[in-house]
């Protein structure tokens, strides 16, 4: 357990780059526009900013901080800042659980957009073979190898950057992925204020309606918020952690947070544009927005194949610097604690949870008929770590941090006694109570 020196990044925007990788992912690019879809537009991004800046922004400091001055993983830093026993560890541990199980199934979807970029390689997003487009995605489905392969390639894919370590892994990679996924998102931006759905998809996504407003929204939009700035899970904690501890931790997740919300409503545009270019495609399909209504209007467009390259490569990037950020909470915590060097635990834990995402692989397939509560292990794993452990794992940061580190804490972030003051209050009563309104109507409907 004896940590000499601990690696760190090589300053700032390594930081900002993997922070921001691990936080824009699927569910930015797959999540936020169906469920945006979903729940009538307009209403549900207002709730969802007001959600980032109330809830989200003041977890994410917390979290941050917790690694920042803890420099430890996401179990030890606990102990480092209280005492060897102290019982907010178990916050810690809800996080590793939790990553375990979200990287199992993150990968299998993951998996997924591999699959389809080799489709958009291949020309099978493309207007000649329009007619088969909506069945790729069940067809994926239905093959227990194909789901395998591609997820089994997606967690190599991961353990390779994990185990190069924190400055020559992580940042190296999200260095090189993070601009080139920013460089494709700008591209299919701009593309899309050429589309005649453009005034359609912006109306959808920035007009408030009140008449579609529901408490279901306004619940998803908190959820929402922590699963996109990958919060609860330790894994800005052991991002923090790396960082130098004179570092801002306002101004990095100020500019996170910012990065991730733009990217979430360009990909809505993005998405919405297209889908509404289409007379008679609804915005309001669901998980299938991503993989069947996309591909098909694409196939339905001059150069859609490129374009559907263009797509899934981006989300394929941003899905790898998310779940490399899953790995490396589990990776850190036994190679630190354990002692166990850094290459043998990410391949060793790496390949158990790769082995454990079969479940959730043939969940579509062999397994489709074993369910347990009603549930496939894949929406078994999705349910039980976004409804409960996330949402723990959060609450245990935000309380220990509030009532814990601050107002000291607080006030060593902000001059101003103001703003430390906000920080503190925000920490401790508002993000609790929003999580806790969560667990309990999830567990009441
Ligand atoms: N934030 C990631 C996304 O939007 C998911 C994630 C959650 C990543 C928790 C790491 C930790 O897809």
Redo the contacts with the bound molecule.
Sequence with gaps: MAQTERAHWSGRLGFILAASG???????IWKFPYVAGENGGGVFVLFYLLCIALVGLPAFIAELRVGQQGQANAVQSFKNLDHAGSKWRVAGWCGLVASFL?LSFYSVVGGWVFDFVWLAIHGEISPDNAANVSTLLPELHASAFRQTFWHLFFMAATVFIVLAGVKDGLERYTKILMPVLLGLLMLLFFRSFATPGIGKALEFLFRFDLSSFSTDSLLEAVGHSF????LG?G?ILTYGSYLDKKESAFRLSLTVALLDTVIALAAGVIIFSTVFSNPGTEPNSGPGLMFITLPLLFADMDGGQYVALAFFLLVAFAALT?SV??LEVVVAYWHEQHNVSRKKTALTVGGIIAALGLLSAFSTNVLADVTVYGLTFFDLFDKLTSLFLLPMGGLGISLFFGWKMCPKSANQIFSNPLHAAVLTWLCRIVVPAAVLIVIGSEILS
Aim: no cysteine; charged share 0%; proline share 0%.
């Design positions: 691990s936080a824009v992912g699927l569910g930015n979200i699963f996109t700035l990958s899970m894994a998310s950020s899953m």
